[in-house]
T-cell receptor
Framework: DAGVTQSPTHLIKTRGQQVTLRCSPKSGHDTVSWYQQALGQGPQFIFQ???????QRGNFPDRFSGHQFPNYSSELNVNALLLGDSALYLC????????????????FGPGTRLTVL | AQTVTQSQPEMSVQEAETVTLSCTYDTSESDYYLFWYKQPPSRQMILVIR??????QNATENRFSVNFQKAAKSFSLKISDSQLGDAAMYFC????????????FGDGTTLTVKP
């Protein structure tokens, strides 16, 4: 059973550029959440996708956007990169059941390390 | 807003000994979930243990157990018979019952296991 996968593993960008990160959820999962983890800190919730729609959003500017595809995979896009966007970006998926409101365990991917120079 | 606090940035334990990691949280909700995640240097966040707030019984998973004190809003993790492979960053996380996605994390505790 394949777990959550993310690509790329590492990425280096310069200020002002745009970046796209990708996530494939664990088999059987339909809900994808994205987190930003700065060095030495806990993950911070960016947003969550379910049924191809953004359902919840954390305290992040609209430079951060996303998308979910019919196969449940997801992309995180960040525009106009700032030095402060340098972080580990984690994707987490959870399984269906009672739908969006079911609370279930999130499984995390290995993350994408983004460095902004 | 919910907050999660881990007051121990670093902890160390001798191999085969027991260590307890602390976590407190703040919420006005009555139903919620609490989690401990382990993040080794490889970066993969791995679920260690999960506790539903409505359950009075403390969760246990092999060598890992929790002490859940709902009134005190405390959720500590006990690791028994510590092994070298337990060395990692440990995160405490909170999630509301009707909130399938958003989890609030503490800033983590780095656990070192000494041989």
């Amino acid at each position: 059973d394949a777990g959550v996968t993310q690509s790329p593993t590492h990425l280096i960008k310069t200020r002002g550029q745009q970046v796209t990160l990708r996530c494939s959820p664990k088999s059987g999962h339909d809900t994808v959440s994205w987190y930003q983890q700065a060095l030495g800190q806990g993950p911070q919730f960016i947003f969550q996708y379910y049924e191809e729609e953004e359902r919840q959003r954390g305290n992040f500017p609209d430079r951060f956007s996303g998308h979910q595809f019919p196969n449940y995979s997801s992309e995180l896009n960040v525009n106009a990169l700032l030095l402060g966007d340098s972080a580990l970006y984690l994707c987490a998926s959870s399984r269906p059941g009672q739908g969006f409101f079911e609370s279930d365990t999130q499984y995390f991917g290995p993350g994408t390390r983004l460095t902004v120079l | 807003a919910q907050t999660v606090t881990q007051s121990q940035p670093e902890m160390s334990v001798q191999e085969a000994e027991t260590v307890t990691l602390s976590c407190t949280y703040d919420t006005s909700e009555s139903d919620y979930y609490l989690f401990w995640y382990k993040q080794p240097p490889s970066r993969q966040m791995i679920l260690v243990i999960r506790q539903e707030a409505y359950k009075q019984q403390n969760a246990t998973e092999n060598r890992f157990s929790v002490n859940f004190q709902k009134a005190a809003k405390s959720f500590s993790l006990k690791i028994s018979d510590s092994q070298l492979g337990d060395a990692a960053m440990y995160f405490c996380a909170y999630r509301k019952d009707t909130n399938a996605g958003k989890s609030t994390f503490g800033d983590g505790t780095t656990l070192t296991v000494k041989p």
